[in-house]
């Protein structure tokens, strides 16, 4: 493995972890409501897993199994997009739209780095 490789997976790994932190932090803003309650454990939970997930596909016993762990922290990442949208259109729970819409842009990114390393791992079945 090479340093650039290296330095590319630790890179990529940071910023899922920034992304699940900045997410976490502005969903304890969200109120005691049902709703809101509802909305952040399952945003908290979605926008951890990528992170996590990451490391394990780092260490995939296949190329197979890189692309199923790879698919689930894509399936993850647009999971928190989606849990995303719906805070940032429920009146009740926006309170920071320049946050949020950093977040949506951040994990769109993210979608499309996930989305083309897949692609490149397909190709070396």
Excluded: W
């Excluded at 990529?12 to 992304?19: P, S, V």
């Excluded at 994990?107 to 499309?112: A, D, F, G």
């Amino acid at each position: 493995m090479n340093a650039s490789n290296t330095s590319k997976r630790e890179l990529l790994e940071d910023r899922l972890i920034d992304f699940a932190i900045s997410t976490n932090e502005i969903i304890e803003s969200f109120p005691n409501t049902y709703l809101g309650k509802n909305i952040s454990n399952q945003i908290s939970r979605s926008s951890i897993s990528p992170a996590l997930n990451y490391g394990e596909a780092q260490e995939a016993e296949s190329t197979k199994d890189f692309i199923h762990k790879m698919g689930i922290c894509l399936k993850e990442l647009r999971e928190t997009f989606a849990g995303l949208k719906i805070f940032d259109r429920s009146q009740k729970l926006s309170n920071d739209k320049n946050e949020i819409n950093r977040l949506k842009t951040e994990v769109n990114e993210l979608i499309s780095i996930f989305v083309a390393s897949i692609k490149t791992a397909k190709k070396r079945l």
